[in-house]
Nanobody, 121 residues
Framework: QVQLVESGGGSVQAGGSLRLSCAVS??????MAWFRQAPGKEREFVGC????????LYHDSVKGRFTISKDNVKNTMYLQMSSLIPGDTAVYYC????????????????WGQGTQVTVSS
């Protein structure tokens, strides 16, 4: 059974940085993504990466600030977040699937439990 476990969340001041990790229990040769959900809002796409790590896609709101990478030896995906703003506050979820670079939650089969990121002004 494929399990995803996020880590690295926490509290940071605006302008700061955090790196989230998503460890996959089997292998990470999946197309993988990060989504986030702020209080009272729907879960939204943040970014995704191709299974081989060679292509990625980001929501406009995080372009230039967030970077996704994969280490298929460690079976781990990362989300490097910089220049954080209070609007980035949310629970961040990682997801895995095999349908390519997709922005819809429905295209990802496996999900982690989420990690909280809080950005204060």
């Amino acid at each position: 059974q494929v399990q995803l476990v996020e880590s690295g969340g926490g509290s940071v001041q605006a302008g700061g940085s955090l790196r989230l990790s998503c460890a996959v229990s089997t292998h990470s040769l999946y197309d993988m993504a990060w989504f986030r959900q702020a209080p009272g809002k729907e879960r939204e796409f943040v970014g995704c990466v191709k299974w081989n790590g060679r292509e990625d896609l980001y929501h406009d709101s995080v372009k230039g600030r967030f970077t996704i990478s994969k280490d298929n030896v460690k079976n781990t995906m990362y989300l490097q977040m910089s220049s954080l703003i209070p609007g980035d506050t949310a629970v961040y979820y990682c997801a895995a699937g095999d349908r390519g670079l997709k922005v819809s939650m429905d295209d990802y089969e496996y999900w982690g439990q989420g990690t909280q990121v809080t950005v204060s002004s």
